[in-house]
């Protein structure tokens, strides 16, 4: 899978980890940290501690175990989006991988594509986003808390995406995206608010002729107030999807095919 988040964004020159680099530190399957890599500082953890100057110059992926004297060990993965929402410092609730997917494959998103979303949140989707328009494509994102805005932006920033994202502090619910310089440019859209049907008559506007539409709601009422106003403003081909996360136990059991066999004889 095509990394997004590293020094390089893209396109890595390198596959082995600088001084400055972000990495996520595999512990286990339930216990993964982003860490920016510092020649100064150390890694604690329950399996032991860690230096950081003995992972500069190791290839990501790579296995490095603790200098405490314990057999403790972890792994250096480079970052994606799918890691970062495992990691990401949670501004708001987000939406995970098995959403994220579904919402990606169902905007059709494509290099090149210009993308609005609303709320940002804590950026979870967003990383995804950018990576699926990417190299050339751009992701407008829009938050009204200022706080969580700035802060959006700062991380974007930290991992070299200013590029692809912009972000700007906006009640979308109440003031629409802003048509002045959206007017029919936007090949996809995405809403996590409230109230997405307040917003249903702008989409109409920003989006491009055939634009897809999506909204997060986790409320029936939501969906069916969103529907109507979909099809009152011309919107074609509306569905509604729900994504259902089941584990599989997988065990092995024998059959006595022999005794089946002498059975039926």
């Not at 959403?99 to 940002?120: F, K, M, N």
């Not at 409230?194 to 009422?221: D, H, M, Q, T, W």
Request: proline share 5%; hydrophobic share 40%.
């Amino acid at each position: 899978m095509l990394p997004l988040i590293s020094p390089t964004l893209i396109e890595p020159s390198s596959n082995l980890i600088r001084d400055g680099d972000l990495v996520i530190v595999y512990e286990n399957v339930n216990t993964m940290k982003a860490v920016t890599v510092s020649a100064k500082s150390r890694y604690d953890s329950k399996f032991g501690t860690f230096q950081q100057k003995f992972w500069i110059g190791k290839e990501f992926g790579s296995k490095v175990c603790a200098q405490s004297g314990s057999r403790g060990y972890v792994y250096l993965l480079r970052p994606s989006p799918e890691l970062w929402t495992q990691v990401l410092l949670h501004r708001t609730q987000i939406l995970y991988v098995a959403d994220i997917s579904l919402v990606c494959l169902h905007l059709e998103l494509r290099p090149g594509a210009i993308v609005l979303e609303s709320g940002t949140g804590s950026g979870s989707l967003t990383h995804s986003l950018a990576r699926a328009i990417a190299p050339h494509g751009h992701v407008h994102t829009f938050e009204f808390h200022p706080g969580r805005a700035k802060e959006a932006e700062k991380e974007f920033s930290e991992h070299g995406l200013s590029e692809l994202i912009t972000v700007q502090q906006r009640n979308i619910e109440e003031l629409g995206f802003p048509t002045e310089y959206l007017t029919g440019k936007a090949d996809a859209l995405f809403l996590d608010l409230p109230s997405p049907y307040k917003v249903v008559e702008n989409a109409a506007i920003v989006l491009k002729p055939n634009g897809r539409f999506c909204s997060f709601s986790p409320c029936i009422e939501q969906i069916q107030r969103t529907r109507d106003a979909l099809v009152a403003n011309g919107f074609v081909d509306v569905e509604c999807l729900e994504v259902l996360m089941r584990m599989h136990d997988v065990h092995t059991e024998r059959f006595d095919l022999m005794g089946a066999d002498d059975e039926g004889d």
